[in-house]
């Protein structure tokens, strides 16, 4: 390798290749429909919304919450690997030419997703908060000053304290950009400019501090393999990755449900499969994940019918993604010895998702009476959960 520059470029291109092979089965024809009903079904409550919220909502309070959490979050993108603390040892003089593309990208990589939230609170802010067009765009410049701000802090920070604590430093990076964007938007313009420059002497120490101390190979390694080991998993739920394996737990707990699966020689695929789900992360997880979230939906959803259309999305990809999940594994079990029918497994993976997504529903419809909405359409919504499940599992190919 000539430069450290090089040795970015080839890593970037393998990532970008990497990102993209994964990519096309996680954006697939199944998640598009999900993400365009999710979507649709949020973008109507919302427009529905904000034709009655009231006009002493705290809209300023709640815009500058969300974009606090989410310029705060800034993990720096150095695709540094393993090997990385010894070659790279002799060259640590010179890393400032490979972390600023490291950091370039990090930012424009990131900004996206606070930009996104920033667009989608415009219509509340203009509603309700009577904002007019030019701070809307002041607002959006600083934005995207902030999220550099907290690029370069965080970065600072972990390489100042080897990344000990780096809760504490996004606690006070909260409060700063929650302060700050608060009072900018309220129109307390000396009181903003106040935070920022506290925020700015804030950088300038953790900069003078992360030239005290040497770079913390094994923490950004860390880092950057945790961050790409999120991905995999993410990514396993749609396709195999082959390097890597699900966690498992114990879960004792649930052992009350292997009784759906009685001791028979007809029921050795079904517990196998019942095992996996309950015992595997990935798998358990995401189907309580997506669970919760449509609990909330058929609670939270004001109108019934983005509620039922929310819900059964959410129904569709519970069943997609565990399906092919729980009948993509290419290993070698024990039951391949025995003489158990080739569709066996196909029929325990069906049965179990049955089984769930009627304690999927179950819940939904738990959440509805707790609520105490008991009208026709309201209580459609665990019907759709169940309907667009078994009508899925119909209609799936695999």
Same mark, same amino acid.
């Given at each position: 390798?000539? @430069?450290? *520059?090089?040795?970015?470029?080839? #890593? /970037?291109?393998?990532?970008?290749?990497?990102?993209?092979?994964?990519?096309?089965?996680? +954006?697939?024809?199944? $998640?598009? +429909?999900?993400?365009? /009903?999710?979507?649709?079904?949020?973008?109507?409550?919302?427009?529905?919304? !904000?034709?009655?919220?009231?006009?002493?909502?705290?809209?300023?309070?709640?815009?500058?919450?969300?974009?606090? $959490?989410?310029?705060?979050?800034?993990?720096?993108?150095?695709?540094?690997?393993?090997?990385?603390?010894?070659?790279?040892?002799?060259?640590?003089?010179?890393? @400032?030419?490979?972390?600023?593309?490291?950091?370039?990208?990090?930012?424009?990589?990131?900004?996206?997703?606070?930009?996104?939230?920033?667009?989608?609170?415009?219509?509340?802010?203009?509603?309700?908060?009577?904002?007019?067009? @030019?701070?809307?765009?002041?607002?959006?410049?600083?934005?995207?000053?902030?999220?550099?701000? @907290?690029?370069?802090?965080?970065?600072?920070?972990?390489?100042?304290?080897?990344?000990?604590?780096?809760?504490?430093? *996004?606690?006070? *990076?909260?409060?700063?950009?929650?302060?700050?964007?608060?009072?900018?938007?309220?129109?307390?313009?000396?009181?903003?400019?106040?935070?920022?420059?506290?925020?700015?002497?804030?950088?300038?120490?953790?900069?003078?501090?992360?030239?005290?101390?040497?770079? %913390?190979?094994?923490?950004?390694?860390?880092?950057?393999?945790?961050?790409?080991?999120?991905?995999?998993?993410?990514?396993?739920?749609?396709?195999?990755? %082959?390097?890597? =394996?699900?966690?498992?737990?114990?879960?004792?707990?649930?052992?009350?449900?292997?009784?759906?699966?009685?001791?028979?020689?007809?029921?050795?695929?079904?517990?196998? +499969?019942? =095992?996996?789900?309950? =015992?595997?992360?990935?798998?358990?997880?995401?189907?309580? *994940?997506?669970?919760?979230?449509?609990?909330?939906?058929?609670?939270?959803?004001?109108?019934?019918?983005?509620? $039922?259309?929310?819900?059964?999305?959410?129904?569709?990809?519970?069943?997609?993604?565990?399906?092919?999940?729980?009948?993509?594994?290419?290993?070698?079990?024990?039951?391949?010895?025995? %003489?158990?029918?080739?569709?066996?497994?196909?029929?325990?993976?069906?049965?179990?998702? #049955?089984?769930?997504?009627?304690?999927?529903? !179950?819940?939904?419809?738990?959440?509805?009476?707790?609520?105490?909405?008991?009208?026709?359409?309201?209580?459609?919504?665990?019907?759709?959960?169940?309907?667009?499940?078994?009508?899925?599992?119909?209609?799936?190919?695999?």
């Amino acid at each position: 390798m000539k @430069n450290l *520059r090089e040795v970015w470029n080839i #890593r /970037f291109v393998f990532y970008i290749n990497e990102l993209q092979k994964y990519l096309k089965y996680i +954006i697939s024809g199944h $998640i598009a +429909i999900v993400l365009v /009903f999710a979507i649709g079904a949020g973008g109507y409550a919302y427009s529905e919304w !904000l034709k009655t919220a009231s006009s002493d909502f705290p809209a300023f309070l709640l815009v500058a919450f969300l974009l606090s $959490i989410f310029l705060m979050i800034s993990p720096p993108v150095t695709l540094m690997k393993h090997a990385d603390g010894v070659y790279f040892l002799p060259l640590e003089i010179k890393l @400032n030419e490979y972390f600023k593309l490291a950091l370039r990208w990090t930012y424009f990589s990131s900004v996206f997703v606070s930009l996104a939230v920033f667009v989608v609170s415009i219509p509340l802010l203009t509603k309700i908060g009577s904002m007019s067009k @030019n701070e809307i765009l002041i607002l959006f410049l600083v934005v995207l000053v902030l999220k550099s701000w @907290n690029m370069f802090v965080e970065f600072n920070y972990r390489w100042a304290a080897n990344g000990k604590y780096v809760w504490m430093d *996004r606690f006070v *990076r909260f409060l700063l950009l929650m302060a700050a964007l608060y009072f900018l938007m309220s129109g307390y313009y000396f009181i903003a400019i106040g935070i920022a420059i506290i925020g700015l002497v804030y950088l300038v120490v953790w900069q003078k501090k992360k030239k005290e101390v040497p770079f %913390p190979f094994d923490h950004f390694i860390e880092v950057e393999q945790s961050r790409m080991m999120r991905f995999y998993r993410f990514a396993n739920y749609f396709t195999d990755v %082959p390097h890597i =394996r699900g966690k498992k737990k114990r879960r004792k707990w649930l052992d009350a449900f292997y009784a759906f699966a009685p001791y028979a020689q007809k029921n050795a695929q079904f517990y196998l +499969i019942l =095992r996996t789900f309950i =015992r595997t992360d990935d798998y358990f997880y995401l189907w309580v *994940r997506l669970t919760f979230i449509s609990l909330l939906g058929a609670v939270f959803i004001p109108f019934p019918i983005v509620a $039922i259309i929310f819900t059964a999305a959410l129904a569709f990809a519970s069943v997609i993604q565990l399906k092919h999940a729980l009948l993509s594994g290419h290993e070698f079990r024990m039951d391949l010895l025995f %003489p158990i029918d080739s569709d066996a497994r196909k029929l325990a993976v069906n049965k179990l998702l #049955r089984i769930i997504q009627f304690v999927q529903a !179950l819940f939904v419809l738990l959440g509805i009476l707790i609520q105490g909405e008991y009208t026709l359409l309201k209580m459609l919504v665990p019907v759709a959960v169940y309907v667009v499940s078994e009508l899925t599992l119909r209609m799936s190919k695999k």
